[in-house]
């Protein structure tokens, strides 16, 4: 039987927390430090960060929700998930093909806009996961379009996709991305961006708005949790399923709180994006 996860107070809120993640990511000086700090690289002045940035794609269908949405003055934008594994396995997360949707997502969003694929912008898609999404013990794993029968041909689409390992413990690693995972892992501050974090971090829990709508985003989960248990029925778990997805909440968020099957609760996704 699944052990009951108990909700965090939002005092108990850490960066490595979804929620928390997206609202200090709201600052963008300090999301663009961040992201510098992930990528290794400068990059252009950040003109939109968009936490929790909805895409839409039917009247009635499940929207998708990025953690933390960026495009920069160059036009390049930046997809930042923080993930956790929450008591399940590294395959349920289903990395490679979520990262794949959010990159569809993102291109077609750009392209409803009434916009030329030919100005398809750079995209990257950020996952830092706070376990080892391969299980090969590298820093992290950076994925691009290659050729197979020669892999110094590169396609040039423009797409990325890159999983940071915040277990990490190797000596191959920039200092600066060292000192970051070991915030993420640990809290630890050991230099000037990490203590900005945790500042704003503090700065956030005293944040009543916030508070507030954390609350009550997990009012919904639990709501829909009791009542599912209560009617003890798959076709009403369906419904309560259905209601939590249109809502924007991930089959992972689901799956974890209300401890409904996977299986199920991902089939209830895909036959809402058929729709």
């Not at 690289?41 to 936490?51: A, F, H, K």
Request: hydrophobic share 30%; with cysteine.
């Amino acid at each position: 039987m699944n052990k009951q996860r108990r909700m965090k107070s939002y005092e108990e809120l850490c960066f490595r927390d979804d929620f928390m993640f997206g609202k200090v990511m709201e600052d963008k000086d300090l999301c663009r430090d961040v992201l510098e700090c992930l990528m290794q690289r400068p990059i252009g002045e950040l003109t939109e960060v968009q936490t929790q940035k909805e895409f839409h794609y039917t009247s009635d269908g499940k929207p998708i929700r990025l953690d933390v949405y960026n495009e920069d003055d160059m036009g390049v934008v930046y997809d930042a998930e923080m993930e956790n594994l929450n008591n399940k396995t590294v395959e349920a997360h289903e990395l490679p093909k979520r990262s794949r949707f959010y990159q569809g997502s993102i291109d077609i969003d750009f392209m409803n806009k009434g916009n030329s694929y030919k100005a398809l912008p750079e995209s990257n898609i950020l996952f830092v996961c706070t376990f080892d999404p391969f299980k090969k013990d590298m820093c992290q794993y950076t994925f691009r379009e290659r050729c197979d029968e020669d892999y110094s041909i590169e396609l040039n689409d423009g797409t990325q996709k890159i999983y940071y390992n915040c277990k990490y413990q190797g000596d191959d690693i920039p200092e600066e991305l060292r000192t970051f995972y070991d915030y993420v892992e640990n809290g630890k501050t050991g230099n000037e961006l990490t203590k900005r974090i945790e500042n704003a971090v503090a700065k956030a829990r005293k944040n009543e708005v916030w508070r507030t709508q954390y609350m009550k985003e997990w009012v919904v989960l639990q709501d829909a949790k009791d009542e599912g248990r209560e009617e003890g029925r798959e076709e009403e778990i369906r419904s309560r399923v259905e209601i939590m997805l249109r809502k924007g909440k991930t089959v992972e968020e689901i799956v974890d709180f209300c401890e409904y099957p996977y299986d199920l609760v991902k089939s209830i996704e895909e036959e809402l994006q058929s729709v």
